[in-house]
């Protein structure tokens, strides 16, 4: 697993590590500002959230189980999930697919804090690789010494990222052919009562949160051009939005 500085730690300062932003630089180029904003940005927002996350989350980021259960990895399979947050989905699926090798990024240097322990006291250190990078922008040779992975997975990260297209493109981009993009969100809460989705939505929008309305229909265009399968639902009377996206087994079209 990545090995991250000792500064690292409950108490780290806003700036990034030094080791962290030469990588960063060095993976994003002209996109570093970006960056290093994003990664300013939500480690001001996880800091102190890091510790309660898992145990407040489980309440409302629906689907998750699910998406890590339909995974379904072969053996030797290499699995990223983008924005792995605390390691939780991490540590669960490579639990339950203990043949599969398991790779994790993040823009936020607290909640990788939180996954690296998270993933050290559970003994899954040889199995999952974990490190700084940008959702937008990563290169899986510069990060993890392979060029590709068999399945990717984006839990609830699409809604709290502004040019959110660009992380589903990189994501095909980096995908095997006959790969798999698994994606599990926000929804727009169609089937919920009106008042309801109200609150749920202001309630949001105090964490930065923006359910992606046209995730469906932005998929559903990436999937044509590329020759890609879709499956799309809206889980939880529309509460979420649940997506695998399956390249072709061939050549991706240009």
């Not at 804090?113 to 690789?129: D, P, Q, W, Y």
């Not at 095997?176 to 599990?184: A, F, M, Q, Y």
Request: hydrophobic letters at 40%.
């Amino acid at each position: 697993m990545s090995a991250f500085p000792s500064d690292i730690g409950a108490d780290m300062a806003g700036d990034i590590p030094a080791n962290l932003s030469a990588n960063l630089n060095n993976n994003l180029g002209d996109k570093f500002f970006w960056a290093t904003e994003a990664t300013d940005r939500m480690n001001r927002m996880y800091r102190r959230q890091r510790h309660i996350y898992d145990g407040t989350r489980r309440y409302y980021l629906l689907g998750r189980d699910r998406l890590i259960a339909d995974l379904k990895p072969e053996a030797g399979a290499n699995v990223l999930e983008v924005g792995c947050g605390t390691g939780r989905n991490l540590v669960l699926a490579a639990r339950r697919f203990p043949g599969a090798c398991w790779f994790g990024i993040d823009v936020s240097t607290e909640m990788l804090t939180s996954a690296i322990t998270a993933i050290a006291r559970r003994g899954l250190t040889s199995r999952i690789k974990v490190t700084h990078g940008d959702a937008t922008a990563f290169d899986p040779e510069l990060l993890f010494g392979i060029p590709s992975f068999d399945h990717i997975m984006i839990s609830y990260s699409l809604s709290m990222i502004p040019n959110w297209n660009t992380v589903l493109e990189a994501a095909i981009s980096r995908l095997k052919p006959g790969g798999r993009l698994h994606i599990v969100d926000f929804g727009r809460q169609e089937r919920l009562p009106g008042i309801a989705r109200a609150l749920l939505l202001r309630w949001l929008k105090l964490f930065d949160v923006t359910p992606r309305d046209d995730l469906e229909r932005v998929l559903s265009t990436m999937a044509a051009a590329s020759g890609a399968g879709l499956k799309f639902e809206r889980p939880f009377r529309g509460y979420a939005q649940y997506a695998v996206l399956t390249l072709p087994s061939g050549p991706i079209k240009p």
